[in-house]
């Protein structure tokens, strides 16, 4: 579109200008966007855009969940759940260096709002981002913040969209999101 006067001399025209939207894989407040909230989703609104962002980079290539052995409880799968699960395993584990602790810590392009993603949240970032390219993700094992059992949280395969559970002990790739 472009704008345009006109007058008794003629009709002169302004620059040509493009509109568009937000759109997955753009850069926006502090990351990439992942994932558009759709209806049904917790936080939808026709009228003002929301979703998922994703840190541009791993936080970390080998960090645990943590707390084996410890039942944190009522960890949800769902989209909007990422930020509630992250908040329930540091308030209920103490252990330091583990994938909840490194997202709720960051600080990261003037935002420090970021959590490790529930299971369909980091679902989303492999159907979006990583199938297309965008992200710079390894294909590896990523954490969710969602728990499975006392001994295991389930964990999303990047290389084979495999989900599985795996020990919390164990060292897995960590990549924060925040919503907007």
């Not at 094992?141 to 990047?158: D, K, L």
Request: hydrophobic content about 35%; some cysteine; aromatic content about 14%.
């Amino acid at each position: 579109m472009r704008a345009y006067a006109t007058n008794s001399v003629g009709t002169a025209y302004g620059n040509e200008v493009s509109f568009r939207g937000l759109g997955i894989g753009d850069f926006y407040q502090g990351g990439i966007i992942a994932y558009l909230l759709q209806p049904g989703d917790p936080g939808y609104d026709a009228n003002t855009p929301h979703g998922i962002i994703a840190a541009p980079t791993d936080q970390s290539t080998g960090a645990p969940w943590g707390c084996s052995n410890t039942d944190i409880g009522g960890t949800q799968t769902g989209i909007g759940y990422g930020a509630a699960n992250t908040a329930a395993i540091v308030n209920g584990c103490t252990q330091t260096g583990i994938a909840a602790r490194i997202c709720n810590n960051l600080e990261l392009n003037g935002y420090n709002d970021w959590y490790l993603p529930s299971l369909d949240e980091l679902e989303q970032l492999y159907l979006n981002l990583h199938l297309n390219g965008i992200g710079s993700f390894n294909s590896a094992y990523y954490w969710s913040s969602t728990e499975n059992v006392a001994n295991e949280a389930w964990r999303f395969g990047f290389a084979n969209a495999f989900t599985t559970n795996g020990w919390k002990a164990t060292a897995v790739y960590v990549r924060g999101v925040r919503v907007f």
